[in-house]
């Protein structure tokens, strides 16, 4: 099966870049999704902010369009921030969306532990 492990959060000011990565590990018959999410305030539910298709398509959250942008080289899924605001700070995680059969196929989602980016106001 799958698993993920995000890295590269920090503290960066208010128009710096930062650049996320999700490490994929593991094997899955077919991928779907694979996406970055983020939690803003604990207990908070985690928001979409982008995701990619095994196609390579992209979509993303109206606050990310044209800031963000997540692209994918071998296993490493990223997420590149630029012109990063203070409203972009939280916990940010990686999601593998994907079908793993064996007996029988399971759609599984898989979650990484998060990676806090903190952009001071």
């Known amino acids: 099966q799958v698993e993920v492990a995000e890295s590269g959060g920090g503290l960066v000011q208010p128009g710096e870049s930062l650049k996320l990565s999700c490490q994929v590990s593991g094997t899955a018959t077919s991928e779907k999704y694979f996406g970055w999410y983020r939690r803003q305030t604990l207990g908070n539910r985690r928001e979409l902010v982008a995701?990619?298709?095994?196609?390579?398509s992209a979509n993303y959250a109206d606050s990310a369009e044209g800031r963000f942008t997540i692209f994918r080289e071998k296993n490493t899924v990223y997420l590149q921030m630029d012109r990063l605001k203070p409203e972009d700070t939280g916990d940010y995680y990686c999601?593998?969306?994907?079908?793993?059969?064996?007996?029988?196929?399971?759609?599984?989602?898989?979650w990484g532990q998060g990676t806090l980016v903190t952009v001071p106001s």
């Open positions: 999601n593998a969306d994907y079908v793993y059969c064996a007996d029988i196929c399971h759609d599984l989602v898989a």
């Open positions: 995701r990619i298709s095994a196609d390579g």
